[in-house]
Nanobody
Framework: QAQLVQSGGGLVQPGGSVRLSCAASGFSLDYGAIGWFRQAPGKEREGLATIRLSDGSAAYSTLTKGRFTISRDKANNIVYLQIDSLKPEDTAVYYC???????????????WGQGAQVTVSS
């Protein structure tokens, strides 16, 4: 019964940073990939970043514009997404997901976290 449980998010300040967590339960982060995605109201899901679990290699969507960092804590089965220089347009529900391929395509993932709301507002 593998599960991804997310934490973090909430109301954050423009220009600040947020760190989202994706904790794996029931499996070890040794194979495949974890991706981060977001979905704003009325918009389609966007791919942000992915990390290859075998070696920690990261890849990013062009829409991240250098403000997103994906990382892992292998010992504790946690993958993080840090967003810097937050903007109001970053407001969305953020999801982590597990899959077999190192990709930012949402359709390649099958094991999804519950989502975490990030609201960027003063």
């Amino acid at each position: 019964q593998a599960q991804l449980v997310q934490s973090g998010g909430g109301l954050v300040q423009p220009g600040g940073s947020v760190r989202l967590s994706c904790a794996a339960s029931g499996f070890s982060l040794d194979y495949g990939a974890i991706g981060w995605f977001r979905q704003a109201p009325g918009k389609e899901r966007e791919g942000l970043a992915t990390i290859r679990l075998s070696d920690g290699s990261a890849a990013y969507s062009t829409l991240t514009k250098g403000r997103f960092t994906i990382s892992r804590d292998k010992a504790n089965n946690i993958v993080y997404l840090q967003i810097d220089s937050l903007k109001p347009e970053d407001t969305a529900v953020y999801y982590c997901a597990g899959g077999l391929q190192w990709t930012i395509r949402a359709s390649d993932y099958y094991n999804w976290g519950q989502g975490a709301q990030v609201t960027v507002s003063s």
